[in-house]
Protein backbone atom coordinates (compact mmCIF):
# COMPACT_ATOMS: atom_id res chain seq x y z
CA UNK A 1 0.00 0.00 0.00
CA UNK A 2 2.72 2.16 0.58
CA UNK A 3 4.22 1.98 -2.93
CA UNK A 4 0.99 2.75 -4.55
CA UNK A 5 0.40 6.09 -1.86
CA UNK A 6 4.05 7.29 -2.96
CA UNK A 7 3.09 6.36 -6.88
CA UNK A 8 0.41 8.50 -6.34
CA UNK A 9 2.31 11.33 -4.94
CA UNK A 10 4.46 11.48 -7.75
CA UNK A 11 1.40 12.29 -10.00
CA UNK A 12 0.65 14.73 -8.46
CA UNK A 13 3.86 16.24 -8.33
CA UNK A 14 3.81 15.67 -12.38
CA UNK A 15 0.50 17.23 -12.04
CA UNK A 16 1.58 20.84 -10.10
CA UNK A 17 4.87 20.55 -12.59
CA UNK A 18 2.43 20.84 -15.91
CA UNK A 19 0.64 23.84 -13.72
CA UNK A 20 -2.62 21.68 -13.68
CA UNK A 21 -4.61 22.08 -10.55
CA UNK A 22 -6.21 18.93 -9.27
CA UNK A 23 -8.54 19.46 -5.69
CA UNK A 24 -8.67 15.79 -5.35
CA UNK A 25 -7.16 12.20 -6.00
CA UNK A 26 -10.78 10.91 -7.30
CA UNK A 27 -11.34 13.95 -9.52
CA UNK A 28 -12.30 12.77 -12.88
CA UNK A 29 -9.31 14.54 -14.94
CA UNK A 30 -11.39 14.03 -18.17
CA UNK A 31 -14.55 15.33 -16.85
CA UNK A 32 -13.30 18.52 -14.95
CA UNK A 33 -11.04 19.50 -18.47
CA UNK A 34 -7.48 19.01 -16.51
CA UNK A 35 -6.35 16.27 -18.97
CA UNK A 36 -6.91 17.38 -22.86
CA UNK A 37 -4.50 16.03 -25.69
CA UNK A 38 -1.75 18.32 -24.85
CA UNK A 39 -1.52 17.49 -21.09
CA UNK A 40 -1.85 13.66 -21.65
CA UNK A 41 1.12 13.69 -24.19
CA UNK A 42 2.73 15.43 -21.26
CA UNK A 43 1.61 13.11 -18.65
CA UNK A 44 2.58 10.50 -21.01
CA UNK A 45 6.26 11.47 -21.17
CA UNK A 46 6.40 12.27 -17.56
CA UNK A 47 5.13 9.00 -16.73
CA UNK A 48 7.91 7.13 -19.04
CA UNK A 49 10.72 9.68 -17.59
CA UNK A 50 10.30 9.73 -13.70
CA UNK A 51 8.38 6.38 -13.05
CA UNK A 52 9.92 4.50 -15.70
CA UNK A 53 6.65 3.47 -17.50
CA UNK A 54 5.95 3.45 -20.96
CA UNK A 55 2.37 3.30 -22.24
CA UNK A 56 1.72 1.23 -25.19
CA UNK A 57 -1.19 1.70 -27.67
CA UNK A 58 -2.81 -1.32 -25.98
CA UNK A 59 -2.45 0.15 -22.68
CA UNK A 60 -4.35 3.30 -24.35
CA UNK A 61 -7.67 3.24 -22.06
CA UNK A 62 -9.29 6.36 -20.74
CA UNK A 63 -10.45 4.74 -17.58
CA UNK A 64 -6.79 3.98 -16.68
CA UNK A 65 -6.41 8.20 -16.89
CA UNK A 66 -9.56 9.65 -15.37
CA UNK A 67 -8.28 10.14 -12.11
CA UNK A 68 -4.58 10.08 -9.85
CA UNK A 69 -6.00 6.93 -8.03
CA UNK A 70 -6.59 5.23 -11.70
CA UNK A 71 -3.44 6.19 -12.83
CA UNK A 72 -1.32 5.05 -9.76
CA UNK A 73 -2.94 1.56 -10.28
CA UNK A 74 -1.89 1.73 -13.67
CA UNK A 75 1.24 2.72 -13.62
CA UNK A 76 1.76 -0.06 -10.62
CA UNK A 77 -0.13 -2.60 -12.42
CA UNK A 78 2.57 -1.73 -15.41
CA UNK A 79 5.40 -2.01 -12.89
CA UNK A 80 4.59 -5.68 -12.23
CA UNK A 81 4.87 -6.61 -15.29
CA UNK A 82 7.89 -5.42 -15.96
CA UNK A 83 9.45 -6.32 -12.44
CA UNK A 84 8.03 -9.14 -10.60
CA UNK A 85 9.27 -8.10 -7.38
CA UNK A 86 7.90 -4.90 -6.90
CA UNK A 87 4.42 -6.64 -6.25
CA UNK A 88 2.96 -5.53 -3.22
CA UNK A 89 1.74 -8.30 -1.44
Known amino acids: M ?3 HAT ?14 IPTRDTDLV ?12 LLLQLEKRLGVTVTLDALELDHF ?11 RQTAR ?8
Not at 66 to 76: D, K, N, W
Open 31 to 42: EAGALDSMAFVQ
Open 2 to 4: HRA
Open 66 to 76: RTIHAIAAFVE
Open 8 to 21: AETIERIFEDLQLE
Open 82 to 89: VDPAARVS
